[in-house]
């Protein structure tokens, strides 16, 4: 209570901001929710807050409210996903485009990224762009992230949640028609240009072919109406076999008959925790796709007979967690299908099938020597003697019958001369047999050699 002002209590009601005071002058009521937004008008009208000049622009622009949507990508796939901007508002009228130096509307910031494995384009990093149409307008803000590498996207509009619609509209966009589309890309966004000469380079075993036709190529074919019924469709396969024997080389000979999204996995990919559900996620907005595993083994990353196993479970997840792999054909090679978790192997709907690609029998060794000879100068060489050399090779796998006849070219070129002749096959089967062998033999063991000199009398 002031002095000579009194507040009469019996006028106050529960949970009401108003009472009435009586004062020398006569009574009057005060209202405090009013008192304190009064206050608070007179401090926005004494310090007016202040709104950026980059944030006015946008205002008069859009129109009234400014509402800011954003998104922030990884460094390569947002620099993609911006490259798509042109496209996604390709029907719009770009009013201008600018960043701010200082007050000063200078040019945006442009970087460049690879769009194919022979092309690149570039893309706006930092700077805005003002975009219009017979409905409405927008702002997209595009700038990185203030301490990283990552790539943001921000869209204004004068209407809530507008902005939002729009990302959501650019990313559908992006993976309905962007350059990933169909394209044949490593898990780092390297694309990898689709070999058109692979299938020379492979003596295909009839049954490993026939068997891969049907569960990739004629799978790939049908998936749309296993679909529409309901069914499941996608699948997971296992190359496995010896070291040699062409199982990358026929993963990609598949990448290349297939014209949909194929992306490449390999372990030495592999920095983080949760790239590989990441690129499956990827995968599945992309699909239909054909997802390589290479050496899937490798390093251990799939037996719990290794002490650190760190992405199985990410794996296990990935190929049968709680998102499906609707329209995705998984093919993982490996040397080792003992190494192989039975928790990935042995359960349909992560890897269906197992397909052994063999060491090359007797004519698919005359169809790898007879195919790389044809690419080579050579003198005459005789079936017979094809024959002989791929009697001799048995056991070799496609690599080591690859480099007889590399050998072989290599002791022409010593001998001076230009062509290849059956002599220098000859020298060249020697020559793998020797090394084959070399590489065979087991590494003495070092330890027993210190104990067999430690086992041994010394005198003087």
Not at 153 to 176: K, P
Request: charged letters at 25%; hydrophobic letters at 35%.
């Amino acid at each position: 209570m002031v002095d000579n002002m009194l507040v009469d209590e019996s006028e106050v009601n529960e949970g009401s901001t108003e009472f009435l005071v009586n004062s020398p002058v006569g009574e009057f009521s005060v209202d405090l929710k009013s008192y304190e937004q009064a206050k608070t008008n007179a401090k926005e009208q004494l310090n007016p807050p202040t709104v950026s000049l980059m944030r006015e622009k946008i205002r008069d622009f859009v129109g009234g409210n400014d509402f800011w949507d954003s998104r922030y990508y990884d460094e390569k796939l947002g620099a993609l996903i911006k490259y798509h901007i042109d496209k996604k508002f390709s029907d719009y009228e770009l009013v201008k485009e600018f960043k701010h130096d200082g007050k000063v509307e200078v040019e945006p910031s442009y970087a460049s990224v690879n769009i194919s494995h022979d092309k690149s384009a570039r893309f706006i990093q930092y700077g805005s762009r003002f975009y219009q149409n017979a409905t409405e307008k927008c702002v997209v803000y595009c700038s990185t992230e203030e301490f990283g590498t990552d790539e943001r996207i921000v869209i204004v509009s004068a209407t809530e949640g507008r902005g939002l619609e729009l990302i959501e509209e650019l990313e559908a966009s992006f993976y309905a028609e962007g350059v990933l589309k169909n394209a044949f890309f490593d898990m780092q966004f390297n694309f990898i240009k689709r070999s058109e000469t692979v299938d020379d380079l492979l003596a295909w075993n009839t049954d490993v072919r026939k068997q891969l036709d049907k569960d990739v190529i004629e799978f790939l074919n049908v998936m749309p109406i296993l679909r529409k019924n309901g069914l499941p469709n996608s699948r997971g396969i296992i190359l496995s076999g010896p070291p040699g024997t062409g199982k990358t080389m026929i993963a990609k000979s598949l990448a290349a008959k297939s014209n949909v999204t194929t992306i490449l996995i390999s372990a030495e990919m592999i920095n983080q925790k949760n790239e590989v559900k990441s690129i499956f996620r990827l995968g599945r907005k992309l699909a239909p796709t054909l997802m390589i595993i290479e050496d899937i083994d490798t390093a251990g990353t799939v037996s719990r007979r290794f002490t650190d196993h760190p992405i199985l479970g990410e794996y296990l997840q990935a190929m049968d967690g709680m998102e499906p792999n609707n329209g995705m054909v998984i093919i993982a090679t490996t040397n080792h299908t003992e190494n192989i978790d039975p928790a990935i192997s042995d359960r349909p709907g992560r890897f269906d099938r197992i397909i052994d690609v063999p060491l090359p029998n007797f004519a698919q060794r005359i169809g790898i020597i007879s195919n790389i000879l044809g690419k080579m100068p050579t003198e005459e060489i005789s079936e017979s003697e094809i024959s002989k050399v791929a009697n001799s090779s048995s056991g070799l796998s496609g690599a080591w019958i690859r480099e007889i006849v590399q050998t072989a070219m290599i002791e022409a070129i010593y001998a001076g001369r230009e062509k290849v002749s059956a002599a220098d096959l000859d020298l060249g089967l020697n020559d793998v047999l020797a090394r084959r062998g070399l590489a065979y033999q087991s590494t003495p063991n070092l330890s027993s050699e210190i104990k067999s000199k430690n086992a041994e009398v010394y005198t003087h």
